[in-house]
């Protein structure tokens, strides 16, 4: 069993910037961002190959940047130019197995190990 933390959310003015850290307590394959707001579904944000391939979904491309440091077992998420609708709870994620697909596993039950998440808030 892997244990996923995350840290680094916060409070951020519209236009600023958060960087988000998920470290895993063992070895991990595809790993991904996952955020929820107040009221609605858990979403993707993006996702990441061991290889560090990245996929995002379009509301945050250009602005957020997945990486990874498989050394460290850590996995990252630099957000620029936050928006008030980026807020939520965030959440990292991460499979017990590798997969060719691993940058396009969007969906919730994909994935095997999940953080406690961090919370983001960004005001107008």
């Known amino acids: 069993q892997v244990q996923l933390v995350e840290s680094g959310g916060g409070s951020v003015q519209a236009g600023g910037s958060l960087r988000l850290s998920c470290v895993a307590s063992g070895v991990t394959y595809c790993m991904g961002w996952f955020r929820q707001a107040p009221g609605k579904e858990r979403e993707a944000v993006g996702a990441?190959?061991?290889?560090?391939?990245?996929t995002y979904v379009d509301s945050v491309k250009g602005r957020f940047t997945i990486s990874r440091d498989n050394a460290k077992n850590t996995l990252y998420l630099q957000m620029n130019s936050l928006k008030p609708e980026d807020t939520a709870m965030y959440y990292c994620?991460?499979?017990?197995?590798?997969?060719?697909?691993?940058?396009?596993?969007?969906?919730?039950?994909?994935?095997?190990?999940w953080g406690q998440g961090t919370q983001v808030t960004v005001s107008s």
């Open positions: 994620a991460a499979t017990s197995l590798w997969t060719v697909t691993c940058s396009l596993l969007f969906q919730t039950g994909q994935y095997d190990y």
């Open positions: 990441i190959a061991p290889t560090g391939g990245t």
